[in-house]
């Protein structure tokens, strides 16, 4: 079964600066998504970023980007220029590829955002 | 606005008492899931479903039940057999298959509040 580890259970960021949560995951697979999910204090969950195993390619959406690094089973989130808004817990999360798969999810980082 | 309503917000219940959370989406999404949210503890998946009449159990299943007798519906009973049922309970949805943008991407629900008195 594939498990999905967040080391970091709170991590907190000046305003402005930039701040990486880690991800590492267990997989035998090849094929496969990873994505990190938002939920703020409403606890509305919301996808920030997706990356597809088979892309070499770092993922980036404005502000946040991943560091995906295959052979090491990591895949982390950064988040530049750090704002109020980005206080959240952050969920990393895998999904086998082909087919219908179920999603699994880590414990969770907690963002402080520090005016 | 297509989306995912979940339904009650809160919910109190007595020991011993059946309860169900209800989710219905409007994005005609295949899949659709049911997670329980504990501090500390992440998502845990309870059920999903692929398609309309078939479902699998999750990690956490026992204590739980679900039926898919409509795409759009995916209601999530949780029995007087759940041991620990107070908690945070989320639907999702995904299209599911494909490689494109917007394939495997989970769709959220607000999510239903769980308390047994």
């Known amino acids: ?13 000046q305003e402005a600066e930039t701040v990486t949560l880690s991800c590492t995951y ?5 094929d496969y998504y990873l994505f990190w999910y938002k939920q703020p204090p409403s606890r509305q969950m919301i996808l920030v970023i997706r990356q597809e195993a088979y892309k070499q390619q770092n993922a980036t959406e404005n502000r946040f980007s991943v560091n995906f690094q295959k052979a090491a089973k990591s ?7 750090s704002q109020l808004g980005d206080a959240a817990m952050y969920f990393c999360a895998y999904r086998s590829g ?3 798969q179920k999603v699994t999810f880590g414990t969770g980082t907690k963002l402080q955002v520090i005016p | 606005d297509g989306g995912i309503t979940q339904s009650p917000k809160y ?4 020991e011993g008492q059946n309860v169900t959370l209800s989710c219905e989406q409007n994005l005609n999404h295949d ?4 997670y329980r949210q ?5 998502l845990r998946l309870i059920y999903y479903s692929q398609i309309v009449n078939d479902f699998q159990k999750g990690d956490i299943a026992e204590g739980y039940s679900v039926s898919r007798e409509k ?9 007087s057999a759940q041991k620990n049922p107070t908690a945070f309970y989320l639907c999702a949805s995904s299209v599911g298959q494909g490689r494109d943008s917007g394939a495997n991407v989970l769709t959220f629900g607000a999510g239903s509040r769980l308390t047994v008195l």
Not at chain 1, 75 to 81: G, R
Not at chain 2, 31 to 34: N, T
Not at chain 2, 38 to 42: E, F, K, S, V, Y
Not at chain 2, 71 to 79: D, G, W, Y
């Open chain 1, 1 to 13: 079964a594939q498990t999905v580890t967040q080391s970091q259970p709170e991590m907190s960021v």
């Open chain 1, 26 to 30: 267990d997989t035998s697979e090849s």
């Open chain 1, 75 to 81: 895949f982390s989130l950064k988040i530049s220029d």
């Open chain 1, 98 to 100: 082909g087919g219908y």
């Open chain 2, 11 to 14: 919910l109190f219940r007595k």
């Open chain 2, 31 to 34: 899949a659709m899931y049911w």
């Open chain 2, 38 to 42: 504990d501090p500390g503890q992440g």
């Open chain 2, 71 to 79: 795409k759009e519906s995916f209601p999530l009973t949780v029995t």
